[in-house]
């Protein structure tokens, strides 16, 4: 009888998951959902942003957590494939790097204050370089990278962190204490130790994976076929799902207009800001921010963005100063 041969538990599967596929389709469906969201919020379709609240951010870092933990995965994945993985690798790498590219030019021109030098695409490309010595590392060395590179912001602010770091050119690195105006910022710290954690999840978990029931899954219905077939292609989907969404909404937006209540969050917030700024108590500047809303709105004033007319400015400012003092602000 001849015994069967199962790969060592550092040795990665040589063939593709289908798992593996499926769990970059749900990444890729969670980071639409937020960005549908964001979408609804900036075009004003709904009263705030919630992808802007605390809980909305920290929905976006997961997400963005675990498409770099797939790249190390992935990593480990196209390494073990052995004869010929640096073809596939270089060519991935290389449309990578082009589709980064590609969002910078674009967003320079369409966003020059907050255009995106360093995003999710670029912090891929260039972990995805930085990353190679992890696939044949021991595996203790690249846990203590992953500690070392995610405790990195937090270790710079408390050695005080010198001005240097806070230079454009190395504003990539994530260690100054700059945190520059752009539409999507992934530094290497502390983002790059994702990528190791995944190559070292990878380099452990892979070969059980392919040896399990979960592993042999192939998808049967329409649902996961598409999903796995997303997951085959994320940089496609990614380049492609934000201009469908915005051009849908721009169209929903020009048909129905603003929320009534857009922008109502962000005012009361402002102006309650500026009330203390100029000395009212935060009491009376929380009435004072609701009563001004409130005569805003009820004499036709009432501008989600602020854009008022010299004359309309003269009145909205009689207002917030009547409210202030019937508040009790002086």
Request: hydrophobic share 55%; charged share 15%; with cysteine.
């Amino acid at each position: 009888m001849i015994p069967i041969q199962t790969p060592p538990p550092s040795a990665a599967p040589a063939r593709r998951l289908a798992v593996i596929d499926l769990a970059r389709g749900v990444a890729l469906l969670a980071m639409a959902l937020y960005h549908l969201i964001w979408d609804l919020g900036f075009l004003r379709l709904t009263p705030g942003n919630a992808a802007l609240s605390p809980a909305g951010r920290a929905a976006a870092h997961g997400i963005a957590g675990s498409f770099l933990v797939l790249v190390g995965v992935s990593l480990v994945l196209a390494r073990g494939r052995r004869s010929g993985w640096w073809r596939p690798y270089l060519a991935r790498l290389g449309r990578i790097a082009l589709a980064a590219g590609l969002i910078s030019l674009a967003t320079r021109w369409l966003f020059p204050d907050s255009w995106i030098f360093f995003g999710i695409l670029h912090c891929i490309a260039l972990s995805s370089v930085l990353a190679l010595p992890a696939l044949a590392a021991p595996l203790p060395v690249v846990a203590l990278v992953a500690a070392l590179v995610f405790a990195g912001p937090t270790l710079a602010a408390l050695a005080g962190a010198p001005a240097l770091l806070d230079a454009p050119g190395l504003l990539v690195l994530g260690l100054g204490a700059t945190v520059p105006t752009t539409n999507d910022y992934v530094p290497l710290f502390p983002w790059f130790g994702f990528v190791l954690a995944g190559v070292g999840l990878g380099r452990l978990g892979l070969p059980r994976l392919a040896a399990s029931s979960l592993g042999a899954w192939v998808p049967r219905d329409r649902v996961g076929r598409l999903a796995t077939l997303a997951g085959r292609h994320s940089l496609a989907v990614y380049l492609v799902h934000q201009p469908l969404l915005l051009g849908l909404l721009y169209g929903v937006a020009a048909l129905t207009g603003p929320h009534p209540r857009a922008g109502e969050a962000q005012f009361l917030r402002e102006y309650r800001a500026n009330c203390a700024e100029a000395g009212g108590g935060e009491g009376a500047c929380r009435v004072a921010a609701r009563c001004v809303l409130v005569r805003l709105r009820g004499e036709g004033l009432w501008r989600a963005g602020g854009d008022y007319k010299v004359e309309e400015q003269a009145r909205a400012i009689a207002v917030s100063r009547t409210c202030f003092r019937d508040a009790g602000g002086g």
